[in-house]
């Protein structure tokens, strides 16, 4: 029994320091369900913690789906981790209320209020540091035959990884059978969630159905040569990631994405696919929401040089030699204004600057125009694009789309462009192009100045 203690202890604890999981004196929120996963990781770093230094927090969170067992499992985390002289901290939050508020699965709920409360005890209690989860061998199993089924590429199959930000997995490397023996080796108790046997979730026939049916008729080491599978495709991934880096095509334009079509189009069909994968993965924050035949649509817009596609926030489309990735917020026009007085304003993204000043203190810029002070008499109106619109310059009108054309402004950022109007006419597409009437007369000592710059942007 002590020689299976320490193997299964060094095995944990050099799986840490192999993949450098968790430094020296490093700050730990343990996830706590109270289930052998969870409670021999708990062990184990209780074990480790002297050693190493590392602070331990316990922390468990209620679903409130269960009634009775959910809090059973409560009052057995608190006098677990209490019986090992670490405190356990519970949260009780209601899983499926948050599910149909969200509009998403009970299980996806549930791993966004478990992660959402681990980082904000993590804050409150360690202003920083690292969360520790209980994944194991057949959890990464499961995660990897989940993605085969829903067809996902590569980088879907090759399961759970040990360390993503600042959530580590210990355990990955141990089965759920080796776990269960070393808790009743040692006699330690756990306790047993029943929903892991109820066949209403994928997830649980695979873990129920499917693997064992595979181990009993296929290949009784099923879970370890997924495992090698899955190490062999993490690798390969990483290279992959890191060719997709040194290309240099995904380039941040503000808060948007843009690739240059002619260097992707250049490259081969999985690469594209790796690219826009890893653009949408960066704008969106994951990888998730977006398919293969989403893929490949975005794809066909760019070999095809023209078109629009859109999934789910985004507007995906082709302007001025690029592959644009943005949020559709970026289509909402500015509300309209009119200015009857001096002062500065607000336009969407612009700060307008109004004033009026001496004739001879200009300096030629193309964010600012001057016009005549009778202008805001009237009121000037400020406004986005409208069909039709056209402009009066030197001796003919030009309609204010072929403008943004020829100059090759991408459609995300033509709504955001600020156009004058006094009465009916456009006196000044800020920017870009000034009308030629209600100039200014050599007798005005003092003018309106009109100056049009963006805002400062965080990123």
């Known amino acids: 029994m002590l020689n299976f203690f320490k193997v299964m202890i060094e095995r944990i604890e050099n799986y840490i320091i192999k993949n450098n999981l968790i430094e020296d004196g490093e700050n730990i929120i343990v996830g706590f369900s109270g289930g052998p996963d969870s409670v021999l990781l708990l062990y184990a770093l209780n074990k480790l913690k002297a050693k190493h230094g590392y602070s331990l927090i316990a922390v468990h969170i209620n679903h409130m789906i269960r009634d009775e067992e959910a809090k059973r499992d409560e009052e057995f985390a608190v006098d677990f981790s209490q019986s090992l002289g670490i405190r356990c901290i519970t949260r009780s939050i209601p899983v499926i209320d948050i599910a149909k508020r969200d509009k998403i699965s009970v299980e996806d709920a549930g791993r966004k209020v478990r992660y959402g409360t681990f980082n904000e005890i993590l804050e409150e209690e360690f202003s920083k540091g690292i969360i520790t989860v209980g994944h194991h061998k057949n959890d990464d199993a499961e995660t990897i035959m989940l993605n085969l089924i829903r067809g996902a590429g590569t980088s879907g ?86 060719y997709i880096k040194s290309l240099n095509l995904i380039q941040w334009d503000g808060k948007d994405i843009k690739i240059d079509i002619s260097k992707f189009l250049d490259l081969s069909l999985a690469i594209q696919r790796r690219i826009i994968l890893e653009a949408y993965g960066q704008l969106n924050g994951n990888k998730k929401d977006i398919s293969f035949k989403n893929i490949q649509s975005i794809i066909s817009i760019a070999k095809n040089g023209g078109g629009d596609f859109y999934l789910k926030d985004y507007m995906i489309y082709i302007a001025s030699g690029y592959l644009y990735f943005i949020h559709l917020s ?104 000034r009308s030629f009437k209600y100039m200014v007369n050599k007798e005005d000592e003092f003018v309106l100045k009109i100056r049009v710059e963006e805002k400062k942007d965080d990123k």
Do not use: C
């Not at 009237?378 to 619109?389: A, F, H, T, V």
């Open 330 to 433: 970026k289509m909402i026009s500015p509300k309209e204004m009119t200015i009857y007085e001096q002062g500065l304003y607000e336009f969407g993204n612009r700060l307008i600057d109004i004033q009026v000043i001496p004739k001879n203190n200009i300096d030629k810029d193309k964010n600012q125009e001057i016009f005549p002070i009778y202008l805001l008499n009237e009121g000037l109106s400020i406004r986005s694009r409208k069909n039709g619109d056209k402009i009066v310059l030197k001796g003919y009108s030009k309609k204010v789309k072929d403008i943004f054309i020829d100059e090759k402004l991408p459609k995300h950022l033509r709504d955001s462009v600020p156009i004058f109007q006094f009465r009916d006419d456009i006196i000044w597409i800020a920017g870009f192009r």
């Open 157 to 242: 199959i090759t399961g759970i990884i040990n360390k993503n930000q600042n959530i580590v997995r210990p355990l990955l490397d141990i089965s759920k059978k080796e776990i269960i023996e070393y808790l009743r080796e040692n006699k330690l108790p756990f306790v047993e969630d029943k929903t892991n046997y109820e066949e209403d979730y994928v997830r649980n026939k695979i873990r129920n159905v499917l693997i064992p049916y595979i181990e009993r008729e296929l290949n009784p080491n099923f879970i370890d040569s997924l495992s090698r599978m899955a190490t062999i495709l993490s690798e390969e991934d990483k290279f992959l990631e890191s």
